[in-house]
């Protein structure tokens, strides 16, 4: 997301620019075609909140100093490569014509060579955490298994009204939480941290993912185009009924809710169902969902407290809450 209002990263500009340098040596492809459609998305730009969690993480060890150490960088461009080649996937899957503000892989290229390329994006990620150890390649492994299983629940439950929170949870964890969750655990693994603080960093960072997936669904439903950096209310059209809409579906506007979904929807349709959300409760409740697991995540940092990775990672939990009421407040 353009101006991304969920996200104040841990990081510093050497360490920014080290992630950068790594990715772009990752999508190198020995043709030049698969190098431009590889590296399409890297030039739109993100936050590359993957890898800078994987540095932080590697920087709880309580001997840690200096710059971000080279495997834990190369450890979470790993993760992230994972995330974009998921993203040329869905976008095939979608038929998306833009993402982050510029022509998808499938629009310029076509689905064919958007698939390819995300293959070969989930192959570098898989011969860099081969590089890093056994324990990392399969992890990662691992981890992309659980991508692929989020993305069948959430596609497998489309345009269901009697969508469960459990299903919704389900897809969330293993499509967000799990990348994020793996993100620290490399950083811990390569950081040489004990592994009862390994475990714990990992545990962090499912519960971010989790908070983090829950705010942008909420965002989905409050925010505008211009404050999301892409099209709001996506999920409602898409039949991808988040945590809010279900929640909504269970209040007094239920039924009128519910006579409105269940397809494809656009228009004054859409307007109401997005309209009927926002109304009620549902928004509150979601609220206290993701503020459960931003607790939860900065519970789980308490003994590094006295790390300043841990401390950002901190405050980049509440920051989740915090810039979701500030755009709540602009509503």
């Known amino acids: 997301m353009a101006n991304n209002p969920l996200l104040e990263l841990p990081s510093s500009d050497s360490d920014r620019e080290l992630v950068e340098v790594e990715l772009v040596k990752a999508v190198e492809a020995p043709t030049a075609a698969m190098t431009e459609m590889a590296g399409h998305l890297l030039g739109a730009g ?17 001997n840690h100093s200096g710059p971000a150490q080279i495997d834990a960088v190369r450890g979470g461009v790993s993760v992230e490569l994972v995330h974009l080649g998921s993203l040329l996937h869905d976008d095939v899957i979608d038929e998306a014509d833009t993402r982050r503000g510029i022509d998808s892989v499938n629009a310029r290229w076509g689905n064919l060579r958007a698939i390819l390329a995300g293959d ?32 069948v629940i959430e596609l497998n ?22 990348l994020l ?13 004990d592994r009862p603080s390994i475990d714990r960093l990992t545990d962090f960072g499912r519960a971010y993912g989790m ?83 931003v607790t ?28 979701l009421e500030a755009v709540r407040a602009e509503a």
Do not use: M
């Open 181 to 193: 969750a793996t993100a620290c655990r490399i950083g811990g693994i390569v950081g040489e941290l």
């Open 296 to 323: 939860q995540a900065q519970q789980l940092l308490e003994p590094f407290l006295e790390r300043p990775h841990a401390v950002a990672l901190s405050g980049a939990s509440s920051h989740l809450l915090s810039s």
């Open 120 to 151: 070969f994006l989930l192959a570098k990620a898989s011969e860099i955490a081969a590089s890093l150890g056994t324990e990392v390649a399969g992890l990662l492994a691992a981890t992309i298994g659980r991508l692929c299983e989020g993305e």
């Open 46 to 62: 993100g936050k590359r909140i993957r890898p800078l969690f994987a540095i932080a993480a590697a920087g709880c060890h309580p």
């Open 157 to 178: 439950d489309a345009y269901k009204v009697d969508r469960t929170e459990e299903a919704y949870l389900a897809a969330i964890d293993g499509k967000t939480a799990a």
């Open 211 to 293: 908070a983090f997936q829950i705010v942008d669904d909420i965002l989905d439903v409050i925010a505008t185009d211009q404050q999301l950096g892409k099209p709001a209310g996506h999920d409602l059209k898409e039949g991808a009924y988040n945590l809010p809409t279900l929640r909504a579906l269970q209040g007094p506007d239920g039924g009128e809710l519910r006579d409105l979904l269940g397809e494809p929807i656009d228009g004054e349709r859409w307007e109401r169902a997005r309209a009927l959300v926002r109304t009620g409760t549902a928004i509150d409740e979601s609220i206290e969902v993701a503020r459960t697991y």
